[in-house]
């Protein structure tokens, strides 16, 4: 059984590797126009890396003896495989090769982020003992990741329309969209280079000990030794798991992509929007807004089964009532609203281009937060997801 667990690992690194690859190749058709021959070389090389994790996850499953969806680790890389799988659906009807990149490019950073959380295998706690597991998370995931799809053809349709000439809210906004990829982007690279060489750091609060793997700028409210000269103690009201681990975490990022962000504006001399507008103008706007159209009116449908209706059943079975306003539970229905709202200005209002993108990245910021800063910052009954 152990030779099982070892080899869904090597499928997942392949799986990355074969993304790795299928950017490359996905940019390399976005250069070069009508390479028709190209973008199917693309699409099969990401499609052979979504087989691959395809068989993590069986493999896994089958070692653990439960769906591997129950832990921070599992469920991201799970969200990112239904990302992929759901860019390979879409790119078969809309075969744009910088829309891929970019798709491809979150899901792997959503990925590459969950491998930084705790891998272990550990027994199911009693709640999560039930069939609604897989199903519930599994069907959440997969509508979430229909979603996201809306987004990044929202955030592209904006850097298509933008004017980047002047200096306005939507220039602004969009680098901080930048912003924020890059800090993920800076949080893998900086974790990796503590990892390998095996730094770690001991903090000692009034009832644990707490290791970081980065260095401890912000430590729990409730620390008694000091492990740098300057320290932040957190909130008192971050009482969910690690919580001042996990913002120490968010800060350093931050930190690491205004760096990289510096970087980059200083090599072009230019913000990144200006940089890559003229690349995403070679893409049909309205493309785009159908695209992002269509994903919502997809994935709309499957996250109300998914993150509703199934989980309000497994509620009840699990805890005797189908709501209990637990933090995961409003965010999932605060998702749900705002999404059922744009579907319904959409039709009625007739909502297109810029307003509609715009409402599509609000929406996947909203996705983002009830996928990390809910489960790590805020304590609640699906503080183990």
């Known amino acids: 059984m152990e030779k099982l667990h070892l080899l869904s690992g090597y499928l997942l690194e392949a799986a990355f590797i074969s993304y790795l690859a299928g950017v490359i190749l996905f940019a390399w058709a976005a250069a070069r126009r009508k390479q028709r021959m190209l973008w199917k070389l693309a699409w099969g090389i990401t499609a052979l890396g979504w087989l691959a994790q395809l068989g993590f996850f069986i493999l896994r499953w089958m070692y653990s003896g439960h769906a591997p969806v129950s832990n921070l680790f599992e469920f991201m890389t799970f969200f990112g495989m239904m990302m992929v799988l759901v860019l390979l ?24 982020c969950a491998a930084m959380f705790p891998q272990e295998v550990a027994p199911l706690v009693p709640s999560l003992q039930s069939h609604w597991l897989y199903i519930h998370v599994t069907t959440a995931a997969l509508g979430e990741a229909v979603l996201s799809i809306s987004f990044f053809a929202g955030f592209l349709y904006i850097l298509h329309e933008t004017d980047q000439t002047k200096q306005h809210k939507s220039v602004w906004a969009i680098e901080g969209l930048f912003l924020v990829l890059l800090s993920v982007i800076g949080y893998m690279v900086l974790a990796f280079l503590f990892r390998i060489s095996g730094y770690t750091a001991a903090v000692m609060t009034a ?3 707490v290791m970081y793997q980065l260095p401890p700028l912000i430590v729990p409210h409730d620390t008694v030794t000091s492990v ?9 009201w971050m009482r969910g798991e690690n919580a001042a681990q996990q913002l120490n975490t968010i800060i350093i990022s931050v930190i690491a992509g205004i760096f990289l962000y510096s970087i980059i504006s200083a090599i072009f001399r230019k913000r990144i929007g200006a940089v890559l ?3 995403v103008q070679k893409l049909p706007k309205e493309a785009l807004d159908d695209i992002g159209y269509r994903a919502v009116a997809i994935g709309f449908p499957i996250f109300t089964l998914g993150a509703l209706i199934f989980a309000m059943i497994w ?7 189908f709501w209990g306003w637990d933090p995961k539970e409003v965010w999932a229905l ?11 200005i959409r039709m009625l209002k007739d909502w297109q281009g810029i307003r509609s993108a715009w409402l599509l990245v609000i929406g996947f910021c909203i996705i983002m937060f009830n996928l990390l800063a809910v489960n790590l910052l805020i304590v609640g009954l699906h503080a183990y997801a």
Not at 91 to 98: A, N, S
Not at 100 to 112: E, H, R, V
């Open 277 to 279: 507008q003229p690349i």
């Open 89 to 112: 659906i879409v790119y078969r009807f809309y075969p744009y090769p910088l829309f891929a990149l970019f798709a491809l490019i979150i899901a792997m950073l959503i990925i590459g």
């Open 334 to 344: 605060v998702t749900w609203l705002f999404y059922a709202a744009f579907l319904h």
């Open 228 to 236: 740098l000269p300057v320290q932040i103690s957190a909130a008192a």
């Open 207 to 209: 009832s644990e000990t």
């Open 315 to 321: 509620a009840q079975q699990a805890w005797d009532r």
